[in-house]
């Protein structure tokens, strides 16, 4: 008596299991947007809109707390070109450059930046 011999006929590949996310994209499907979201949350301030009019609040503080570039580039740190940046409004400063301001200056911060 011979032996049963198994013989490989396909080669089907077992179905991918489903993998649940375990933190969806709260923006994906149903037609929610972020401005959806926002209001559904109560968020009170829009993040674009903020963005946007920042480098103005930035700009109004430096000049309001420095009379001079220089002043800027030796009060936080930073080169003279970055300091006619922040002054003149056209670029926007780091996180720790913002944080030393607000820990500094805490009124002028809070009346510039939108917060008293």
Not at 72 to 82: C, E, K, L, N, R
Request: proline share 6%; hydrophobic share 40%.
């Amino acid at each position: 008596m011979t032996k049963p011999r198994i013989i490989a006929t396909s080669s089907v590949q077992p179905a991918k299991a489903f993998v649940k996310k375990s933190h969806p994209n709260p923006f994906e499907g149903r037609g929610r947007g972020r401005a959806a979201h926002r209001r559904a949350h109560g968020w009170s301030v829009d993040p674009l809109q903020y963005r946007v009019a920042f480098l103005d609040h930035w700009s109004d503080l430096i000049r309001h707390l420095f009379v001079t570039r220089e002043d800027v580039a030796a009060a936080f740190g930073v080169t003279f070109q970055t300091a006619c940046n922040w002054w003149d409004g056209t670029n926007r400063p780091s996180g720790d450059k913002v944080a030393l301001a607000a820990v500094t200056w805490p009124d002028e911060f809070a009346r510039f930046m939108g917060e008293g």
